[in-house]
């Protein structure tokens, strides 16, 4: 936002992916990452990215599943930050972020 406020809209591990306009035609993203858990992380660059994509073949099935997978946790988030309580809406969040983990340990720094 302009005044630098912010919202969660997704949760990503080492299921997914980020960026995912660059492959559906963008250039940039418009939103950013923050890393909330340590692990590994790869980058690819864009172009190469998009070659694959644009190869039809088993990396673009997988990138749209992805997707779709995405997609349908954010309108899920959408419908928690608005009929759920904030206790709810931790629940939630807590129950995404330990799917990602290889732990089922939670540390707060």
Request: proline fraction near 1%.
């Amino acid at each position: 936002m302009e005044d630098g406020a912010s919202a969660e809209i997704a949760v990503v591990g080492n299921e997914g992916v980020l960026g995912i306009s660059l492959f559906r035609g963008g250039e940039t993203t418009p939103s950013r990452a923050v890393v909330q858990s340590e692990g590994y992380e790869y980058r690819l660059k864009s172009q190469l990215l998009k070659w694959e994509f644009s190869r039809f073949g088993s990396m673009m099935h997988l990138l749209l599943r992805n997707t779709r997978a995405l997609i349908t946790q954010m309108s899920q988030t959408a419908v928690c930050n608005r009929h759920h309580s904030v206790h709810q809406q931790l629940c939630r969040w807590l129950l995404l972020s330990l799917d990602r983990l290889s732990s089922n340990e939670l540390t707060m720094t």
